[in-house]
């Protein structure tokens, strides 16, 4: 059974950091991409960042010089760091793995909530 858990969310201020993980089981996780969305409340799950089995990543425009994303394969897990926070970055945050990035495979988790206060 595939499981992707988020966590690491938070409530944090303006400018501050937090660091999300997602831990995937059930999967070879070292030959999927990874990606991270969000979803804010009324509005859809948008892309936040990517990566490929083979570390190259990419990002939303609006989160690009704030946001990393990492993998370690040996911890089956992949990282969102988010520094620079801001109010706009305030959503429940996913997780999800495919062969090719956008080309998810399995069910959307929980996710987990950042709020960031102005």
């Known amino acids: 059974q595939v499981q992707l858990v988020e966590s690491g969310g938070g409530l944090v201020q303006a400018g501050g950091s937090l660091r999300l993980s997602c831990a995937a089981s059930?999967?070879?996780?070292?030959?999927?991409?990874m990606g991270w969305y969000r979803q804010a409340p009324g509005k859809q799950r948008e892309l936040v960042a990517t990566i490929t089995r083979g570390g190259t990543t990419n990002y939303a425009d609006s989160v690009k010089g704030r946001f990393t994303i990492s993998r370690d394969n040996a911890k089956d897990t992949v990282y969102l760091q988010m520094n620079s926070l801001k109010p706009e970055d305030t959503a429940v945050y996913y997780c999800n793995a495919g062969l090719l990035p956008g080309k998810w495979l399995y069910s959307w988790g929980q996710g987990t909530q950042v709020t960031v206060s102005s």
């Open positions: 059930g999967i070879i996780f070292s030959i999927h991409a």
